[in-house]
């Protein structure tokens, strides 16, 4: 079982990053999605979640209508489309697959920063 985090790294308040997480060896269709993140210090947090068929999302209020979840299980992918980034959106951001089991990614660092 794999979940490979990408498209992290620095960027200027107001900017974008879209991550990317790709699943391996389960039944990612079977799998709600989660993106979590932890900034230096804090707790680990939820940001988004996906139903396993795409259809309800929900988002923590600090990210409510910056961020967007998506998935396509074609893919065994799920993203995070970020926008308008905070200099408080600054953590690692963890892939998590909650079903059967629950699996996590090695994480992809968040930078916001001038």
């Known amino acids: 079982v794999q979940l490979v985090e990408s498209g992290g790294g620095l960027v200027q308040p107001g900017g974008s990053l879209r991550l990317s997480c790709v699943a391996s060896?389960?039944?990612?269709?079977?799998?709600?999605m989660n993106w979590y993140r932890q900034a230096p210090g804090k707790e680990r947090e939820l940001v988004a979640t996906?139903?396993?068929?795409?259809?309800?999302?929900n988002y923590a209020d600090s990210v409510k209508g910056r961020f967007t979840i998506s998935r396509d299980n074609g893919k065994n992918t799920v993203y995070l489309q970020m926008n308008t980034l905070k200099p408080e959106d600054t953590a690692v951001y963890y892939c998590?697959?909650?079903?059967?089991?629950?699996?996590w990614g090695q994480g992809t660092q968040v930078t916001v920063s001038s």
């Open positions: 998590n697959a909650r079903g059967f089991n629950n699996y």
């Open positions: 060896g389960f039944t990612f269709s079977n799998y709600n």
């Open positions: 996906i139903s396993t068929a795409g259809s309800i999302t």
